[in-house]
């Protein structure tokens, strides 16, 4: 089944961007995968389902300031004009027919 | 709108059992799979369980296989989830959670419930 890896952090200022990313294991660079945005003691939320050609498809009411894009085994979250309410973990998550996987996740810290 | 509400959490000595229940709303629940996947404090997001939209199919992940059972009740709108032999690494919060197509067993998690907390502990 695929492993997919997230750094542990990362960080950027408020009004600025950040590219988080997210690495298939080998064999599975093709998968979709999906991203998720968990806030401080609530529940995960739907950002986005992203392709391998990079193809993207957000959830309801995901605002423009986030997008999707893909490289090789990568997929990647960008975040433009970052806000406090950014500040979060951020978990990728693919799938095989009857297994999912979630990455690690990322702890964004908006300065 | 799309609603999911798990209860039944609580504490529990190691070794006993719960059952978690997760009520649906919003959707044709018939028509879709429906996960579980917990977090224990402080960590990541683990997948737990899957059970087809007619629960002819039930997966699981390897940490709970042979203890937890997934299930459903059409009728209810209703997802469970009965976890036995119940270990102190089973303390978490319990998601459940509905994918975003009916065609499919598995895919990107659209809609989470609240979660539930597990502790197990003596």
């Known amino acids: 089944q695929p492993v997919l890896t997230q750094s542990s952090s990362a960080s950027a200022s408020l009004g600025s961007s950040v590219k988080l990313t997210c690495t298939l294991s080998?064999?599975?660079?093709?998968?979709?995968i999906a991203w998720h945005q968990q806030q401080p003691g609530k529940a995960p939320r739907y950002l986005m389902k992203?392709?391998?050609?990079?193809?993207?498809n957000k959830g309801s009411g995901v605002p423009d300031r986030f997008s999707g894009s893909s490289s090789g085994a990568d997929r990647y979250l960008t975040i433009s004009n970052l806000q406090s309410e950014d500040e979060a973990d951020y978990y990728c998550?693919?799938?095989?027919?009857?297994?999912?996987?979630f990455g690690g996740g990322t702890k964004l810290t908006v300065l | 709108q799309v609603q999911l509400v798990e209860s039944g959490g609580g504490m529990v000595q190691p070794g006993r059992s719960l059952r978690l229940s997760c009520a649906a709303s919003?959707?044709?629940?018939?028509?879709?799979?429906m996960h579980w996947v917990r977090q224990a404090p402080g960590k990541g997001l683990e997948w737990v369980a899957l059970?087809?939209?007619?629960?002819?199919?039930?997966y699981y992940a390897d940490s709970v296989k042979g203890r937890f059972t997934i299930s459903r009740d059409s009728s209810k709108n209703t997802l469970y989830l009965q976890m036995n032999s119940l270990r102190g690494e089973d303390t978490a919060v319990y998601y459940c959670?509905?994918?975003?197509?009916?065609?499919?067993?598995?895919?990107?998690?659209?809609?989470w419930g609240q979660g539930t907390m597990v502790t197990v502990s003596s």
């Open positions: 959670a509905r994918v975003t197509s009916e065609a499919w067993l598995s895919g990107p998690f659209e809609f």
């Open positions: 919003g959707f044709t629940f018939s028509t879709y799979a």
């Open positions: 059970i087809s939209n007619d629960g002819s199919n039930k």
């Open positions: 080998s064999g599975h660079s093709t998968y979709i």
């Open positions: 992203l392709e391998g050609s990079g193809s993207y």
């Open positions: 998550e693919t799938w095989d027919s009857n297994t999912v996987v």
